[in-house]
């Protein structure tokens, strides 16, 4: 059993569920930070191992027997997918941190999914509470930029000051872009098609 292997395991257990790895460390109740890679090596650079505790939490959480844990940890089943890079919702806003296109190129995370072909996709951590039930804080939704949008679609939009969110999209001309949330308590929102940045589609979400 090598240091890399679990965490590799950890990771392809995470994407199972749809989650990042801090995802899944909520979702088992752990510190967001239990599974990040910075929590993976010592600050005198020895690997650090998680704990059987935090590795029976993620289990639980993820709804997965240890005998499913153990063949993510051989490579089988699970693990497989093209990497993309990964993104949170703060990150996002950062000024020059995506391409005229809407994809970003300042990403240093990636993370595995099956079956997304060659089209160029990112993932993105959903924060908030204004897309739930079906997107909840954590979970991810995979984005295809100069993907055709069109009303009823749910789509990330970042504006011009730099607001990253996810919404459904609603009426739309050439002055103003009305946007949708799921969660009732969030009225919708119209913007001025000259304030947003972009608008890409989302072609697929954890629920």
């Given at each position: 059993?090598?240091?890399?292997?679990?965490?590799?395991?950890?990771?392809?257990?995470?994407?199972?569920?749809?989650?990042?790895?801090?995802?899944?460390?909520?979702?088992?109740?752990?510190?967001?930070?239990?599974?990040?890679?910075?929590?993976?090596?010592?600050?005198?650079?020895?690997?650090?191992?998680?704990?059987?505790?935090?590795?029976?939490?993620?289990?639980?959480?993820?709804?997965?027997?240890?005998?499913?844990?153990a063949a993510l940890l051989?490579?089988?089943?699970?693990?497989?997918?093209?990497?993309?890079?990964?993104?949170?919702?703060?990150?996002?806003?950062?000024?020059?941190?995506?391409?005229?296109?809407?994809?970003?190129?300042?990403?240093?995370?990636?993370?595995?999914?099956?079956?997304?072909?060659?089209?160029?996709?990112?993932?993105?951590?959903?924060?908030?509470?204004?897309?739930?039930?079906?997107?909840?804080?954590?979970?991810?939704?995979?984005?295809?930029?100069?993907?055709?949008?069109?009303?009823?679609?749910?789509?990330?939009?970042?504006?011009?000051?730099?607001?990253?969110?996810?919404?459904v999209l609603g009426r739309r001309n050439d002055q103003?872009?009305?946007?949708?949330?799921?969660?009732?308590?969030?009225?919708?929102?119209?913007?001025?098609?000259?304030?947003?940045?972009?608008?890409?589609?989302?072609?697929?979400?954890?629920?």
């Amino acid at each position: 059993m090598q240091h890399s292997d679990v965490w590799r395991a950890i990771d392809a257990l995470a994407v199972r569920r749809g989650l990042t790895a801090s995802g899944l460390a909520r979702a088992a109740g752990l510190d967001p930070t239990t599974f990040n890679k910075s929590k993976r090596q010592a600050p005198d650079g020895k690997p650090r191992w998680p704990s059987t505790e935090s590795l029976a939490r993620a289990l639980t959480a993820a709804d997965a027997s240890w005998d499913e844990f153990a063949a993510l940890l051989a490579g089988h089943a699970g693990s497989a997918g093209r990497a993309i890079p990964i993104v949170g919702m703060a990150r996002a806003g950062a000024d020059g941190f995506f391409d005229e296109n809407g994809f970003p190129v300042g990403a240093e995370e990636t993370v595995r999914f099956p079956g997304l072909g060659e089209d160029r996709v990112y993932a993105l951590e959903i924060a908030g509470d204004s897309m739930e039930p079906t997107y909840r804080a954590g979970d991810l939704v995979i984005v295809q930029p100069g993907a055709a949008v069109r009303r009823g679609d749910r789509v990330v939009v970042r504006t011009r000051a730099g607001e990253v969110m996810a919404k459904v999209l609603g009426r739309r001309n050439d002055q103003m872009v009305e946007l949708l949330s799921l969660n009732s308590a969030h009225s919708a929102r119209e913007l001025a098609s000259a304030d947003i940045d972009w608008i890409a589609r989302i072609v697929w979400a954890s629920q």
